[in-house]
């Protein structure tokens, strides 16, 4: 038997160790591979040969249960993109380092940009007629991969923003004094995780008022008179804020300038500041803007074990692609019904992936407000559903050791 290595990259989730953890277990199931590795912070640790080994500690039933409800990224991320052309020298390290340790697949798990790493290793891989096989394992809170229902860690991500616009509704609602609170969600280019707000909706909540997202051109002076609109019948306003909200030109409302990361994507400076900041000066009442930042992507004490569950499939089913000699592809998720849920394994080619984005559908998007469809419940609500048994320790949560990052 030969060796495998997976490497993870991009924004950490809650559900993408889960992934790891199927990875273990299927291999225990099909004794596909001699040895997992793994390379720490990403295509950057292949290129360091910074590995470790997944020893048979690792692929214990005990190791991959924790594994498999810790959140953020076990093996550690990293932002980097590879060069499309004049680097034939770095390719050919990386796969020189994949014989050096025997590697038969590189499973590489992330969003866009990490697919647009497999889709490149790939191509090479053909090009070169190496039998290294490389298969891209999906994950993003954002849900904006393409050729796939949803994304693990989107289910876990919209859990919290629905559970956390509960408790700001419930929040806002004690004082008889005009308000407004505005609620900032990840999401630069896809409105996904926003849409995920009025999954708090029920008999007595009435969740966000206002729920704006990328997909539709946003104007201050529009959003300034329906808030006002609002507090002629009632005391508290509640928005629900893409941070990737654009203007009719398709400029973000909140770019800081020209400035642009590795992968091209501009800088966003936090729109809920300035919706709070525009709001208060125009309307003169109390207003908060509220950031959820970093927490909606890991916080796995209220996860999602539909998501959970789902991303362990996938490393399973990684496997068992890896035997049947599948390369070049990407492991999706394809719906069979809403009631009663169902969802099985996929492939994706991914090159028909990488640097793609799923937008939210417009069915989704209400035509004549700024709203989501009640349509959107079918969708999103079986991906919350199931909550997963974290252990405790003096009252807090415990999960894998990840002392190896430091």
């Known amino acids: 038997m030969k060796n495998c290595l997976v490497a993870q990259s991009g924004g950490p989730t809650v559900a993408i160790n889960a992934t790891i953890a199927g990875l273990l277990?299927?291999?225990?199931?099909?004794?596909?591979?001699d040895k997992i590795y793994g390379a720490?912070?990403?295509?950057?640790?292949?290129?360091?040969?910074?590995?470790?080994?997944?020893?048979?500690?690792?692929?214990?039933?005990?190791?991959?249960?924790?594994?498999?409800?810790?959140?953020?990224?076990?093996?550690?991320?990293?932002?980097?993109?590879?060069?499309?052309?004049?680097?034939?020298?770095?390719?050919?390290?990386?796969?020189?380092?994949?014989?050096?340790?025997?590697?038969?697949?590189f499973f590489y798990i992330g969003g866009n940009d990490s697919m647009d790493t497999v889709a490149k290793l790939s191509a090479y891989a053909e090009d070169k007629g190496s039998d290294v096989k490389i298969i891209g394992?999906?994950?993003?809170?954002?849900?904006?991969?393409?050729?796939?229902?949803?994304?693990?860690g989107f289910g876990s991500a919209a859990k919290f923003v629905a559970s956390a616009m509960t408790e700001i509704y419930y929040d806002?609602?004690?004082?008889?004094?005009?308000?407004?609170?505005?609620?900032?969600?990840?999401?630069?280019?896809?409105?996904?995780?926003?849409?995920?707000?009025?999954?708090?909706?029920?008999?007595c909540i009435e969740g966000p008022d206002l729920v704006?997202?990328?997909?539709?051109?946003?104007?201050?002076?529009?959003?300034?008179?329906r808030t006002k609109n609002l507090l002629k019948s009632k005391d508290s306003v509640i928005l629900a804020v893409s941070e990737g909200i654009r203007d009719s030109q398709g400029n973000y409302i909140s770019a800081e300038g020209n400035t642009v990361d590795e992968f091209g994507h501009i800088q966003l400076m936090g729109v809920g500041k300035i919706l709070e900041n525009k709001l208060k000066s125009e309307i003169g009442i109390k207003v908060r803007s509220i950031e959820l930042n970093v927490l909606q992507r890991c916080s796995a004490h209220i996860s999602s074990k539909t998501d959970i569950d789902e991303s362990f499939m996938l490393g399973e089913n990684g496997i068992e692609a890896a035997t049947d000699d599948i390369s070049g592809m990407m492991l999706s998720l394809e719906r069979k019904s809403d009631s009663p849920y169902k969802v099985e394994c996929a492939l994706a080619d991914v090159s028909e992936v990488a640097n793609q984005v799923k937008a939210l559908p417009d069915e989704f998007i209400n035509k004549n407000a700024p709203y989501i469809e009640n349509a959107f419940f079918d969708y999103a609500e079986p991906l919350i559903m199931g909550e997963n048994q974290t252990v405790f320790k003096n009252g807090v949560p415990q999960y894998a050791d990840i002392s190896h990052l430091n």
């Open 25 to 33: 277990s299927g291999n225990n199931k099909y004794k596909a591979f």
């Open 40 to 105: 720490l912070h990403g295509i950057e640790g292949v290129m360091r040969e910074h590995f470790i080994e997944f020893s048979d500690e690792r692929h214990s039933d005990e190791f991959i249960n924790v594994l498999k409800i810790t959140p953020a990224m076990y093996l550690g991320s990293c932002r980097y993109k590879l060069p499309k052309e004049n680097a034939d020298s770095l390719y050919e390290q990386i796969f020189n380092t994949f014989d050096k340790y025997d590697i038969d697949t």
């Open 137 to 152: 394992l999906p994950k993003t809170i954002d849900n904006d991969l393409v050729i796939t229902d949803h994304t693990p």
């Open 172 to 203: 806002s609602s004690i004082y008889p004094i005009k308000s407004i609170t505005v609620v900032e969600i990840m999401g630069r280019d896809s409105g996904f995780l926003t849409a995920s707000s009025i999954l708090s909706k029920n008999s």
């Open 212 to 225: 704006y997202v990328p997909e539709r051109a946003f104007s201050m002076e529009d959003c300034i008179r």
